[in-house]
């Protein structure tokens, strides 16, 4: 039985390719009301994104991608388009996402090319084409903590511990607004770039809520990524690598040390605020699937404070206060050598 909505896509996708000998099949998708499906004509594959206008707006998906193509970054090609209905077809780059394809002896070359890729896409001016992220974002991010995780083990800070926070919280903030700004993906991970046949650069997907922000943030997200763990030498190694790619206007005034820092405090500032969206998602939105990664974040939170004596204080308080009740609550986390 054909929908209304399917025959309007048929209908469509023949204007577009002139030919009604095509095969469709819809792909399954998560919850969103988007949805995909690969068109096949003559041995050539397309991606239709399916995206009634009345439940998504695929404008900015549109205007980002069309941006990053005019600048070589490597998205799908917009191949048609029609707004008004909310039907796009696309290049299809295929099913080979970056996470299946990563392993102890490929993911040096990987990294080094996702690398290449990240820093120009940084070298792109982006200023009045993404919104900022903004001092009053990056600490709205991290008060997830105190909204969603404090109160789910039942604790109530005082008024010392209160300010304790925030002062840790402003720290990491305006470290995160120093760094030199940039084009930021958001999510930059191994399931968000992609294998395509015949070709070195990564596809890169899902860049829909991309911002001016620190350009050591999307190499946190690839290299301390929530769904793939490596152990914490070879992930410095990696901020070397990335370091000596970046142009010398980002290393002005900041030797790697510094950038290791900036890197870290990154990293930290996006541990707490991950915290803080996990519990959300199993207190409000009734997700637990997320409950088991909220070990390994905390222990990455703790891990990576150490070396700098400005965050010790916070960190006796997580260590002391909240780290017992956490344990009794989501668990310990067992540590990968």
Not at 60 to 70: A, G, K, L, N, S
Not at 282 to 301: C, I
């Amino acid at each position: 039985m054909t929908t209304q909505r399917e025959q309007s896509i048929l209908t469509w996708i023949t204007t577009v390719l002139g030919s009604d000998q095509f095969e469709i099949s819809f792909l399954a998708g998560d919850a969103s009301f988007r949805r995909y499906a690969r068109i096949k004509l003559n041995n050539k594959t397309f991606m239709l994104m399916d995206a009634p206008p009345d439940k998504e707006d695929c404008v900015p998906f549109v205007t980002i991608d069309e941006f990053f193509d005019r600048n070589g970054v490597r998205v799908p090609k917009i191949i048609a388009k029609d707004l008004e209905q909310g039907f796009l077809l696309l290049e299809d780059f295929g099913d080979v996402l970056l996470s299946t394809l990563l392993n102890d002896q490929t993911v040096d070359a990987y990294y080094a090319q996702s690398f290449k890729q990240l820093v120009q896409l940084q070298t792109i001016n982006g200023k009045g084409n993404f919104p900022d992220y903004s001092y009053e974002k990056l600490i709205s991010e991290m008060e997830l903590l105190t909204d969603w995780m404090l109160p789910s083990l039942k604790i109530q800070l005082t008024a010392d511990q209160s300010a304790l926070i925030k002062r840790t919280f402003a720290i990491l903030a305006n470290a995160a607004v120093a760094q030199p700004q940039v084009i930021v993906h958001r999510d930059f991970h191994s399931r968000n770039l992609m294998k395509i046949e015949a070709e070195t650069d990564l596809g890169v997907i899902d860049f829909q809520d991309a911002v001016i922000g620190a350009d050591t943030y999307d190499l946190i997200s690839i290299t301390r990524d929530a769904y793939v763990q490596w152990n914490a030498g070879r992930v410095y190694e990696w901020f070397k690598v990335f370091y000596d790619l970046l142009p010398a206007t980002q290393k002005q005034d900041r030797d790697f040390e510094q950038f290791k820092k900036d890197a870290d405090f990154m990293a930290i500032q996006r541990h707490i605020k991950i915290l803080g969206i996990f519990v959300r998602l199993f207190e409000r939105d009734g997700k637990s699937g997320y409950l088991k990664d909220l070990p390994r974040v905390m222990w990455y939170l703790l891990e990576e404070s150490q070396p700098y004596s400005e965050l010790t204080p916070f960190i006796e308080f997580m260590r002391t206060v909240v780290m017992p009740k956490f344990e009794e609550k989501y668990g310990k986390y067992e540590v990968v050598a």
